[in-house]
């Protein structure tokens, strides 16, 4: 099938961002762990293995719609203070749920419904897990502070069930 290119490079550019995210986890997660902070780490290794199906999924529908998926990672920076780890991911999550919406309109503009679709899965994933999970985590660390936060993710957790 020969898709709209303008759906395909959309699509393309949302795949550069799910591969940053997916890195930006990657070693956010990794940080966590040398930080002794498993339940962190866990959750955030989580957040990169969904990522990385966010990412499938686009190469799926690129390669269905006849284009060809640029598989190049935007360019992330990152740090290694847990508030600003969290911050950060939160910020790349309000990001793709612009760019997911963005794609959406795009979509349905070109009545393409079934690309739609793809992109409505992932907003509902950015927004009733990702974005919603880091929002409490910062409100927990203003709630707690900041000492009693990294004290409760120092024991292992399951990162599916919170």
């Known amino acids: 099938m020969q898709g709209h290119p303008q759906v395909i490079d959309y699509f393309n550019t949302l795949l550069r961002g799910e591969l940053a995210a ?17 339940r962190l780490y866990e959750r955030l290794n989580h957040e990169m293995q969904e990522e990385t199906q966010h990412a499938d999924a686009l190469v799926r529908r690129i390669l ?10 935007r360019e992330f920076t990152y740090d290694t203070s847990v508030p600003e780890m969290l911050r950060k991911d939160l910020a790349l999550e309000y990001e793709v749920r612009a760019a ?8 349905e503009s070109l009545g393409d419904y079934v690309s739609r679709d793809v ?7 950015t927004e009733e897990d990702h974005a919603y999970w880091l929002e409490k ?21 399951n990162p599916a069930a919170e």
Do not use: T, W
């Open 137 to 157: 985590q910062l409100g927990l660390i203003d709630k707690v502070g900041l000492a009693n936060y990294l004290q409760s993710q120092m024991e292992p957790g």
């Open 100 to 107: 997911l919406q963005q794609g959406m309109q795009l979509c």
């Open 64 to 73: 269905f719609l006849g284009g060809l998926p640029d598989m190049r990672p």
């Open 119 to 125: 992109l409505l899965a992932q907003l509902r994933d």
């Open 22 to 38: 997916r890195d930006q986890y990657f070693i956010h997660s990794r940080i966590y762990e040398d930080q002794g902070l498993p």
